[in-house]
């Protein structure tokens, strides 16, 4: 039996190179009312995020400081180690969260609640489009003892369906302080994930995190929506009158 379609339009990228075009944000949704109106999400997220440690050039050999050099290869090989561990359970772990369709699903849904416009699966039916294309999201452990940071790099629009005319466009780039409280982790283990503690995650645990993440993914995108949003409503008002 074939599995009908997802309601939400998804491209999955494997890839995590820059895909979305320039840097600077614009914003006319004062020239619209969004309630009532019907709003599809359009979704280019990568399927998971990937782990990175470090810089390469820890491990680079200095001839003039070879004690140095011996510790930093180390203490690089070391943390590259842990973080292949960590992206192996991550990459287990995705067959049982699907994150792009998760954090798709969650923006619709927040955003309808908090900007009263009604939400709809096909695309070809909604006036309006939230087109998000993430293009990178990322757990990044600096060192193996170290806090380790989620990081978030994409580009979100809402475009009026019918003239393809883009309302509002914002860069999302955000890096903060991993808590462990994300993952589910017992108080034990401290305020924040180290590289280490990273890799010695179960697959289960590293599921639980992942739907934590895609929904702390989901969160930063409303709340830049709801935020740019709700500033415009007097402007609204003023060009109705």
């Known amino acids: 039996m074939r599995r009908p379609p997802s309601p939400l339009v998804l491209v999955l990228l494997a890839c995590t190179t820059a895909g979305a075009t320039g840097c600077s944000s614009s914003n006319r949704l004062r020239e619209v009312d969004l309630t009532r109106r019907s709003v599809a999400v359009l979704a280019a ?24 050099t011996a510790a930093r290869v180390a203490s690089a090989a070391a943390k590259y180690r842990e973080a292949r561990e960590a992206q192996a359970r991550l990459d287990s772990a995705a067959a049982h969260v ?7 699903r969650q923006v619709l849904a927040r955003s309808a609640d908090m900007m009263q416009f009604r939400p709809v ?12 294309q993430i293009v990178d999201y990322a757990l990044v452990a600096d060192s193996r003892e170290g806090a ?12 009026d369906a019918q003239s393809g005319r883009v309302l509002w466009n914002t860069r999302l780039r955000e890096r903060e302080v991993l808590d462990a409280s994300i993952f589910g982790l017992p108080a034990a283990v401290g305020n924040v994930v180290t590289a280490r503690a990273l890799s010695r995650l179960s697959e289960q645990e590293m599921a639980a995190g992942l739907a934590r993440l895609a929904d702390l993914t989901a969160d930063r995108i409303v709340r830049r929506l709801r935020e740019d949003y709700l500033a415009t409503r007097d402007d609204y008002r003023r060009r109705m009158r």
Do not use: C, K, W
């Not at 699907?98 to 798709?104: L, M, N, Q, T, Y």
């Not at 989620?150 to 629009?157: E, L």
């Open 45 to 68: 997220i990568p399927a998971m995020p990937r782990v990175q440690s470090g810089d390469a050039g820890e491990a680079a050999i200095n001839p003039y400081d070879p004690i140095g």
């Open 98 to 104: 699907d994150v792009a369709d998760r954090i798709a």
């Open 121 to 132: 699966a096909r695309p070809a039916e909604a006036e309006f489009h939230l087109d998000l």
């Open 148 to 159: 380790t940071y989620f990081a978030i790099d994409g580009r979100v629009r809402l475009v």
